[in-house]
């Protein structure tokens, strides 16, 4: 890339920065340095570089999306991460926001049901230098069990309910950010809270669109 292009991409990630992400209420300073540092275009499929900054989900390979930058913000400031969490997240696509979040927690897992996509996420995290993320190739719906529980989890498709085993996986104080909805592209954000005693509660944050969670409890292939 021209240093020109360089300097024009550092242009549009200070003005969407400024605009989509404090200018729509996202404060946590840590999301805020996240979302700086980390370069969205080195996740985009080759050509969508200069497309980065824009206000919107993009598509990568095998017909699936990276996030728009403001609900990848807004969910992993909805996790209220301290920097010291153990956090799962489930679709990983292009490694973009494991990488986010990343910079936010102490160590983040990642599952991705689509081999390509796991692959070349994988490959991309390591590259680029982001060692506190372990990516695996698997139905997310059944979580990563071997470094269960989580003090947050996050998932990246939509769901037709929160999976049982997602909820099994949360530690007592942790939080699961979750889009879940009645169809598969449409869905409430939900974020759920496991209490200190263990109780589970609640609450629904926003109207947001994914694609579908698809597995052994999301929706069918
Ligand atoms: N977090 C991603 C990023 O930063 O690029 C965006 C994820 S994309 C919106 C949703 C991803 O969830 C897709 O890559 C899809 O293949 C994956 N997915 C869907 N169902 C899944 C499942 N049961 N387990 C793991 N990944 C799943």
Not at 25 to 38: F, H, K, P, S
Not at 87 to 113: D, H, M, P
Not at 164 to 170: A, I, P, R, S, V
Request: net charge negative.
């Amino acid at each position: 890339m021209s240093s020109n292009a360089k300097r024009e991409l550092e242009a549009r990630k200070e003005q969407m920065l400024s605009l989509h992400l404090v200018g729509r209420g996202i404060r946590d300073a840590a999301v805020l340095r996240a979302m700086r540092e980390v370069p969205r275009e080195s996740f985009l499929p080759a050509g969508l570089e200069l497309l980065a900054y824009e206000d919107g989900p993009l598509p990568i390979q095998e017909g699936q999306t990276i996030s728009q930058p403001y609900i990848v913000a807004y969910m992993i400031e909805a996790l209220e991460l301290q920097g010291t969490e153990k956090v799962l997240e489930i679709g990983t696509g292009s490694g973009y926001a494991a990488a986010v979040l990343s910079l936010c927690a102490a160590q983040v897992f990642t599952v991705e049901r689509l081999p390509s996509l796991a692959h070349l996420a994988a490959e991309r995290l390591r590259e680029l230098g982001y060692s506190n993320v372990a990516v695996r190739l698997g139905d997310g719906t059944l979580g990563w069990q071997e470094h269960a529980p989580y003090d947050a989890i996050v998932v990246t498709a939509g769901a037709p309910g929160v999976p049982e085993e997602l909820e099994l996986q949360l530690a007592p104080g942790g939080r699961l950010v979750i889009p879940v909805g009645p169809t598969p592209h449409l869905q409430d954000l939900v974020r759920v809270r496991r209490d200190k005693e263990g109780a589970l509660h609640r609450e629904a944050l926003c109207g947001v669109r994914f694609v579908p969670l698809i597995g052994a409890q999301g929706w069918e292939d």
